[in-house]
């Protein structure tokens, strides 16, 4: 069955700073990954997704995740974190048949310091 | 503008008190789906519909019911709404090439 696991539940990180968020996952094929962003009050924002080919996906907002097989990994990076990036991130894996179903990880809020 | 549209975006009502959350999408999408989002549960698959006519089960649908009889609309059905489904539901269009789009959200209070 797929899965997805999202380690951190929270992140601080100052303003200016890498970022680097993690997700792993369990599917029994390459699935389809995606990293979601949900500001507060919003609805959720698509940032990247990764179906086949290049595993280095460019995103919006300057994001970037790199699909890596061996470790089953999708992690979100961003080389500068911007103060408005506050807010929580979701990964969600994919099937890649039948009902196209989506699972989510728990997501993680990342809080940016001045 | 390519848009899932919610209503209501709150909503309080007492235990019992039937209710429609009704979803729309001007993407001419055939999969929909419905999602609850809980704080440190994330988002849980509720029901889905592959097309007109064509619905089932998610991971969480008990007190849940939806129907599809057109292509844009994905309305959900809470017919005795209960307190443990007090929660943020979100209605999503799915592209295949593109992934979710997601409505704006609605926060349901059940009391």
């Known amino acids: 069955a797929q899965s997805v696991t999202q380690p951190d539940i929270h992140i601080t990180v100052s303003e200016g700073a890498s970022l680097e968020l993690r997700c792993n996952y369990s599917?029994?094929?390459?699935?389809?990954l995606f990293w979601y962003v949900q500001s507060p009050g919003q609805g959720l924002q698509l940032l990247l997704k990764?179906?086949?080919?290049?595993?280095l996906v460019q995103g919006i907002k300057g994001f970037e995740a790199e699909f890596k097989r061996s470790q089953s990994s999708f992690n979100l990076r961003k080389p500068s974190v911007h103060w408005s990036d506050a807010a929580e991130y979701f990964c969600?894996?994919?099937?890649?048949?039948?009902?196209?179903?989506?699972?989510f990880g728990t997501g993680t809020r990342l809080k940016v310091l001045a | 503008e390519a848009q899932v549209t919610q209503n209501p975006r709150y909503l309080i009502t007492v235990t019992g008190k039937k209710l429609t959350v009704t979803c729309s999408q001007n993407m001419n999408h055939e999969y929909m789906s419905w999602y609850r989002q809980d704080p440190g549960l994330g988002l849980r698959q509720i029901y889905y519909s592959m097309n007109v006519e064509v619905t089932d089960k998610g991971d969480v649908p008990e007190g849940y019911k939806v129907s599809r009889k057109e292509k844009r609309n994905f309305p959900l059905i809470l017919e005795s709404p209960s307190p443990n489904q007090t929660s943020l539901y979100f209605c999503a269009s799915q592209d295949r090439v593109y992934g979710y789009t997601f409505g704006s959200g609605t926060r349901l209070t059940v009391v």
């Open positions: 969600a894996v994919g099937t890649t048949s039948g009902t196209y179903k989506y699972i």
């Open positions: 599917y029994g094929a390459t699935p389809y």
């Open positions: 990764y179906f086949s080919g290049d595993t």
